[in-house]
């Protein structure tokens, strides 16, 4: 049995994690803003998180032996539980998100090789190389936070940001807690998260579901590229395995399989029973959810390496489509 504290716990895969650890036997508390009532046998503390002596004054005493944090964005909030959880965890797990590695969002200059696997430099100029046909998925050592410039905007307190403000704010906030460490830290850096039905908050399968089921076009890329899933389940389990493990540093957390947007809509199309139909949008246009025009499909294989069995996107996501088109009736 553990002590886990959850910052934030009140939705989606927050939520899911809580009463993962509470059925598991672990002593479970949950601190945020008072944002809904925690599931029976699960603690309750609320207070802002930005706000320092009010965080302090709401955990007292307390101790933990893990904490996970889902509601992390900003360098600034990072800082704060630096400071405030110093002595008080002996394991803290960040709940990033595979944006940090979006070759749109990133500063300019070295950002890599990071903590996991570094890559030397060849003594001598290595001659050119064609470039794979096929993207290669990013490692954890794609991306080596602790190099990035000095937070700029992604100050910003939470809101609804530009996705690179969004994918700034993590890559400091990681950042902030890999530079001097002052517990046990790691960064998950989560694909993106689907569900069926209500449980899926963010309405982006809906969009598919929606349009394609009424015959509207989607929104796509030329040639988009394929991008990373993993099931809100699956996200919670990770989180509640991480917690228990002793390994550091950033880790991919990602299904097996990287469907593109076409495939997304295909798998739509079978279980609503109509044909998708398509725009193709031009350079630099917004598209629809989950159409890209650059690579950036996660490698899971330290996750796999380290113990976690991840599942299939095949295996899920046809369920989940099932779920939303029955929650839009």
């Keep these: 049995m553990k002590r886990i504290l959850v910052i934030g716990g009140s939705r989606y895969f927050g939520k899911a994690l809580v009463t993962r650890a509470r059925e598991a036997g672990d002593e479970v508390t949950v601190l945020n803003r008072g944002s ?8 309750r503390l609320v207070a802002d998180r930005d706000d320092e002596e009010a965080l302090r004054a709401a955990l007292g005493r307390r101790e933990f032996d893990v904490v996970v944090d889902q509601v992390c964005y900003t360098p600034l909030q990072a800082a704060v539980a630096r400071r405030v959880f110093a002595g008080r965890t002996g394991r803290y797990v ?10 749109a969002t990133l500063p300019a200059g070295p ?17 050119a190389v064609p470039v794979p046909a096929v993207p290669v998925p990013v490692t954890e050592a794609s991306l080596d936070p602790a190099r990035l410039p000095l937070p700029g905007a992604a100050g910003r307190a ?18 902030v807690f890999l530079r001097d460490p002052a517990f046990p830290y790691v960064s998950v850096r ?38 990373s899933f993993i099931h809100h389940h699956e996200m919670a389990e990770f989180l509640h395995w991480t917690a228990g493990q002793t390994f550091t540093g950033p880790v991919n957390a990602a299904s097996h399989g990287a469907p593109d947007v076409l495939a997304l809509c295909e798998a739509v199309a079978e279980r609503v029973g109509r044909r998708p139909r398509y725009r193709v949008v031009g350079a630099g246009a917004a598209a629809s959810p989950f159409s890209f025009d650059r690579a950036y499909a996660m490698d899971n294989g330290r996750a796999s390496a380290l113990g976690f069995g991840s599942g299939h996107v095949a295996d899920w996501l046809p369920g989940a489509i099932t779920e939303t088109a029955a929650a839009a009736g």
């Design 111 to 127: 950002v890599g090789p990071g903590p996991v696997g570094p890559v030397p430099a060849p003594a001598v100029p290595a001659p």
């Design 190 to 227: 989560a694909a993106h998260v689907l569900g069926g039905g209500p449980a899926e908050f963010t309405g982006r399968l809906a969009h598919y579901v929606e349009r394609i089921a009424a015959g509207t076009p989607v929104d796509v890329h030329k040639a988009p590229y394929a991008t």
């Design 36 to 43: 809904g009532a925690p599931p029976r046998g699960v603690d």
């Design 158 to 175: 939470p809101g609804p940001w530009p996705a690179y403000v969004y994918a700034e704010g993590k890559r400091q906030a990681e950042a």
């Design 94 to 103: 960040m709940t990033s998100t595979m944006e940090v590695y979006d070759p």
